[in-house]
């Protein structure tokens, strides 16, 4: 069995291969063609976290594994990321043992790529302008997904809390410093007003910018709110933008951005019966004019989990990556 750090998983899998492998892994999972049921939350209350368990197999990829994943709330107070992660990965013909490996950065890359995917599928192809509201881990790899397929000149960063920017800057100066000449850092979200491109990847419980400063014709990323009471998007958005998803299920089960505007007679069930998947196979069409408002929102999948993972132990098999494990 073989061990693989977060520096592997990072060499070995660039953020554009990584957008690529989420087209696949969504394509399969709209075909009805993967295994992956929604994930278990074990709350720790005394904590402020939650302990989620994702499994999935995907057999395209080959790849069938578990994500352990924990949102500790109280950890950007002490220094920590919010969220720590682990994959392990089993041979799909034998149930053998094949990897362990960093999840926490696996979970922002595959975060982010999908975010780049539903770009490259439903943004304006002359995007040159991003914001990213919420500059945590999340906040960095949705920011360099969405640089891998259009052409942004423009980077505006938004936070609420500034110690949050600085990190993110010190954060792109050393993992991502192409986009560095690019950003601004900002605490005022009015600045979608001038996007053409906007990811939410916040933990906030409120909207965290207001719909009526949107341009037509924007894509919108959102990936932070995923519990029924979490809400980063205002409901007049969700209502005017065509919308995509990642699982219909899933979101309609967790994301406080759906349910609660759904709950408020704001929004039509018929609405969310789009996923990436459909979208990336041709099943059902993207953007279909220059004005439209598109609407990705993400709640997270163990299929990108376990397609990304035996994307990496496979590079790291050919490579002689890794450190092997004997478990007797
Ligand atoms: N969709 C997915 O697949 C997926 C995957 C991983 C994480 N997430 C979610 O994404 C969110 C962000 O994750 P993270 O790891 O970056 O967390 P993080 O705690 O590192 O960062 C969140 C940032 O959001 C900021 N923020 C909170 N409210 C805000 C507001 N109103 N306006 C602007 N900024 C605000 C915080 O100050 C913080 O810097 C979390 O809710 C997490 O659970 C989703």
Redesign the pocket.
């Given at each position: 069995m073989l061990a693989l750090s977060k520096a592997d998983v990072r060499r070995l899998a660039p953020m554009r291969v990584a957008i690529e492998l989420m087209k696949t892994a969504f394509a399969e999972l709209s075909a009805g063609r993967t295994t992956s049921p929604l994930r278990t939350v074990i709350p720790v209350p005394d904590h402020h976290g939650d302990a989620l368990f994702m499994p999935a197999f995907v057999p395209a990829a080959n790849a069938l594994g578990l994500k352990v994943v924990s949102?500790f709330k109280d950890n950007?107070a002490r220094g920590l990321?919010?969220?720590h992660a682990l994959v392990s990965l089993v041979d799909s013909e034998t149930g053998q043992p094949l990897a362990i490996m960093d999840g926490t950065y696996l979970?922002a890359l595959r975060?982010g790529a999908v975010s780049g995917a539903a770009t490259d599928l439903l943004a304006r192809p002359d995007s040159r302008t991003l914001v990213t509201?919420?500059?945590?881990?999340?906040?960095v790899t949705q920011s360099a997904a969405v640089c891998a397929v259009r052409p942004i000149e423009r980077i505006v960063a938004?936070?609420?809390?500034e110690a949050?920017l600085d990190r993110l800057r010190e954060t792109i100066t050393r993992e991502w410093p192409d986009l560095l000449d690019r950003l601004e850092t900002s605490t005022d979200?009015s600045v979608v007003a001038e996007a053409d491109v906007i990811c939410t990847?916040?933990?906030?419980r409120t909207p965290?910018f207001d719909a009526a400063l949107v341009r037509p014709g924007t894509h919108i990323n959102a990936?932070?709110a995923?519990t029924p009471e979490m809400q980063e998007l205002p409901a007049e958005i969700v209502a005017r933008a065509t919308v995509v998803l990642d699982a219909i299920d899933a979101a309609l089960a967790e994301a406080g951005d759906l349910i609660i505007p759904l709950e408020q007679g704001l929004v039509s069930r018929m609405q969310f019966d789009r996923e990436l998947g459909m979208v990336a196979s041709g099943a059902a069409p993207g953007r279909t004019s220059a004005d439209e408002i598109t609407l990705f929102k993400?709640?997270?999948n163990a299929v990108q989990d376990v397609v990304v993972g035996r994307y990496v132990y496979d590079m790291a098999v050919a490579e002689g990556a890794g450190v092997s494990l004997d478990l007797g």
């Amino acid at each position: 069995m073989l061990a693989l750090s977060k520096a592997d998983v990072r060499r070995l899998a660039p953020m554009r291969v990584a957008i690529e492998l989420m087209k696949t892994a969504f394509a399969e999972l709209s075909a009805g063609r993967t295994t992956s049921p929604l994930r278990t939350v074990i709350p720790v209350p005394d904590h402020h976290g939650d302990a989620l368990f994702m499994p999935a197999f995907v057999p395209a990829a080959n790849a069938l594994g578990l994500k352990v994943v924990s949102v500790f709330k109280d950890n950007p107070a002490r220094g920590l990321p919010s969220i720590h992660a682990l994959v392990s990965l089993v041979d799909s013909e034998t149930g053998q043992p094949l990897a362990i490996m960093d999840g926490t950065y696996l979970t922002a890359l595959r975060t982010g790529a999908v975010s780049g995917a539903a770009t490259d599928l439903l943004a304006r192809p002359d995007s040159r302008t991003l914001v990213t509201i919420g500059s945590g881990a999340q906040g960095v790899t949705q920011s360099a997904a969405v640089c891998a397929v259009r052409p942004i000149e423009r980077i505006v960063a938004v936070d609420i809390n500034e110690a949050a920017l600085d990190r993110l800057r010190e954060t792109i100066t050393r993992e991502w410093p192409d986009l560095l000449d690019r950003l601004e850092t900002s605490t005022d979200a009015s600045v979608v007003a001038e996007a053409d491109v906007i990811c939410t990847a916040t933990t906030s419980r409120t909207p965290v910018f207001d719909a009526a400063l949107v341009r037509p014709g924007t894509h919108i990323n959102a990936v932070g709110a995923y519990t029924p009471e979490m809400q980063e998007l205002p409901a007049e958005i969700v209502a005017r933008a065509t919308v995509v998803l990642d699982a219909i299920d899933a979101a309609l089960a967790e994301a406080g951005d759906l349910i609660i505007p759904l709950e408020q007679g704001l929004v039509s069930r018929m609405q969310f019966d789009r996923e990436l998947g459909m979208v990336a196979s041709g099943a059902a069409p993207g953007r279909t004019s220059a004005d439209e408002i598109t609407l990705f929102k993400s709640v997270g999948n163990a299929v990108q989990d376990v397609v990304v993972g035996r994307y990496v132990y496979d590079m790291a098999v050919a490579e002689g990556a890794g450190v092997s494990l004997d478990l007797g």
